[in-house]
């Protein structure tokens, strides 16, 4: 679970998938004297890359991939934002040093969860002679750190449901479903899985319209990383329109882990938060697992 720092002024590749975090983290590389090169995956942009240089590569095409980064010297990698779509088969376009690894990797893009198949993706970039970062050791202000990060805290029984939701997140999480759950009432009404946290917010927010989920109690969102997480990729993340979609769907607050989850557009996400009336708070993360 590297998490080197990378030296002021080293040119640094940043593989961007969708969301924002990837333009915080090369803003941070940039800020901090590094020479940010971005890799923006094909079908998951939405950052507006212009000040950078950049180049577009389709998903699973390393060979272009490696070609590029060898010219510009970089030989650290940060692995930032979400994939919506796994390559398909034909795509991939790997060099002659990863052929004799692409029986373990077509079995991960069939049956892996997001953690193996990161897992594989990073594998393959130290293959070719690279070195993987986190991106906190870049952009080390997003960690999200214990206790109430806002002007709101939780109140007893939000506790009860941050616990119920913790349990239940850290439990799909050993099964390489999901990062997140909500607990209502200490009842756990809805799991994360492919489709996301947004979505399982809306899906929450159908539930209470509908009557499924009590009116009276509120509920929390907990998101905390997989106990077999390599902290390089993939931390649990919340921004903004994480805390919209929380109050739309009447919850009372947000959980993640601290030190080992990121919160993006700080200033805006908590201004929201507090103007909700959410908490927005960071646990002790539990390193049992």
């Not at 850290?170 to 899985?193: F, H, K, N, P």
Request: charged fraction near 25%.
């Amino acid at each position: 679970m590297n998490s080197a720092a990378v030296s002021e002024k080293e040119p640094i590749a940043i593989i961007a998938g969708n969301g924002l975090l990837p333009f915080y983290v090369a803003k941070a590389a940039r800020d901090a004297g590094h020479r940010p090169f971005i890799v923006q995956l094909r079908g998951e942009g939405g950052n507006d890359w212009s000040g950078f240089e950049q180049m577009e590569a389709d998903i699973g095409g390393f060979r272009p991939v490696v070609m590029a980064l060898r010219k510009r010297r970089i030989e650290k990698i940060v692995l930032s934002g979400g994939v919506n779509s796994r390559p398909e088969l034909l795509s991939l376009r790997p060099t002659l040093s990863v052929l004799a690894s692409i029986p373990a990797i077509l079995a991960k893009l069939r049956s892996g969860g997001d953690d193996k198949v990161l897992r594989m993706v990073i594998a393959l970039f130290e293959k070719h002679g690279f070195e993987v970062v986190a991106a906190q050791s870049i952009a080390g202000d997003l960690l999200a750190e214990a206790g109430a990060l806002g002007r709101h805290a939780p109140d007893r029984e939000a506790e009860g449901d941050i616990e119920a939701a913790a349990n239940a997140a850290r439990t799909i999480g050993a099964m390489d479903i999901g990062q997140g759950a909500v607990s209502v009432g200490g009842r756990v009404v809805a799991l994360e899985s492919a489709e996301g946290t947004d979505q399982m917010l809306q899906r929450v927010a159908a539930l209470r319209k509908s009557g499924r989920i009590s009116a009276r109690r509120r509920g929390v969102l907990v998101k905390v990383c997989k106990p077999q997480q390599d902290l390089r990729a993939d931390l649990p993340s919340i921004g903004a329109n994480t805390v919209r979609l929380a109050a739309a769907a009447g919850l009372s607050g947000i959980a993640v882990e601290a030190g080992r989850s990121l919160v993006l557009g700080r200033e805006e996400t908590l201004r929201a938060a507090d103007t909700a009336g959410l908490f927005v708070y960071g646990l002790e993360p539990d390193l049992r697992s």
